[in-house]
DNA sequence: CGGTAGGGATAGGGTTCT
DNA sequence: TAGAACCCTATCCCTACC
């Protein structure tokens, strides 16, 4: 066709945002239809605005779906690989950080440090937010029970993710309506 | 990692055009799964397979991928590289020669010709169907609009594309199915 | 048939090696 | 230094499942 690979511009960016915190994300065909979008994004399809939100959903995570799929998941299905997640005192979260353990013995690459800051459990929850993609988003319980599911946990993983939820409401990153939390506009806007 | 560098040998060479011929540009994973091909390709990925042939391809038409891109494009970004095409009676390709004119302005450079030869209208269109990589080759139409959306061209561009496509065919450079072009073996095998 | 989710392939820019 | 080989990831495509 016309267009080897038509790249988003941030004007489309913005216009899905948008979209997506007006009818919520899977609701691509929708947003396609809504009139305060469709001028920007005539040249989408549903398929294309279902990608992009992955990407920047994924993006924002991981730095790429690749990474998310190495860094996600792991202990059930290759020990070599293991991810464990563990807590430590006095981080940027409230006092907390998550660090993922390289495997036990595994690469043969140059010597790194033995523990290599990852992600938080901020970024976790995002994480399952956004994978868990309820339409008005997931309660709390739910956000825990797929970071049990996903990962290795310790035990007062339930404390932690409450607080984090709070603060995480307080500061603006999460929007909290009736018991269930969704992503804010700013942090998807790439704040 | 484990690779140092895995020079094609011209049996994988060989092997990859004539899958290229057999399925068209970009269906690298069919061709590594034809059983015609996938002994002698056995050590290679898809990725492989693509980028080697934009090796070939670019290496054909341009001399490198560096020297491609400073060819290639410059109407749309930026007046400074603007590249103009104008076609001159008396040429090689049949009374038509392409020229790449310098920009008006611009660059402190040394003293240059005028006009220089630049390229023919026929690399262009080799150009064009490499680049547009439709399974089964583009059609006239699509080959003159990626000219006129990369070049600057004169009015009659139109009729120029057409004689020129005629006469490839004519020629056995290129292979004309069902009103679509595609490059033919010899040409890529560097005849 | 129309829509979405998810896996997977491709395109094209960038990087490394020789 | 250039060019071949290789890496990264945004975009696009395909299929299964409603």
Chains 1, 2 share one sequence.
Do not use: C
Not at 138 to 160: A, V
Request: glycine share 8%.
């Amino acid at each position: 066709m016309g267009a080897p690979k038509q790249k988003w511009t941030p004007e489309e960016e913005t216009a899905l945002k948008a979209g997506v915190i007006k009818h919520g994300t899977g609701k691509w065909r929708t947003i396609l239809s809504d009139p305060e979008y469709n001028s920007v994004l005539k040249s989408r399809s549903n398929v294309d605005l279902k990608d992009k939100w992955r990407n920047i959903s994924v993006t924002a995570l991981w730095g790429s779906r690749k990474k998310a799929k190495l860094a996600l998941k792991g202990p059930s299905s290759s020990s070599s690989t293991a991810i464990t997640i563990v807590s430590l005192a006095n981080g940027d979260d409230g006092g907390q950080h998550i660090y993922a353990l390289p495997p036990p013995a595994a690469s043969s690459e140059p010597p790194r440090p033995f523990q290599v800051p990852f992600t938080s459990v901020d970024k976790i929850i995002i994480e399952a937010i956004t994978n868990l993609k309820k339409p008005f988003g997931p309660d709390g319980k739910s956000i825990l029970r797929y970071i049990e599911k996903n990962y290795k946990t310790q035990p007062d993983m339930k404390r932690l993710v409450t607080s984090r939820l709070k603060y995480l409401t307080n500061a603006g990153t999460l929007i909290k309506l009736k018991h269930r939390y969704r992503i804010s506009p700013s942090y998807m806007a790439g704040g």
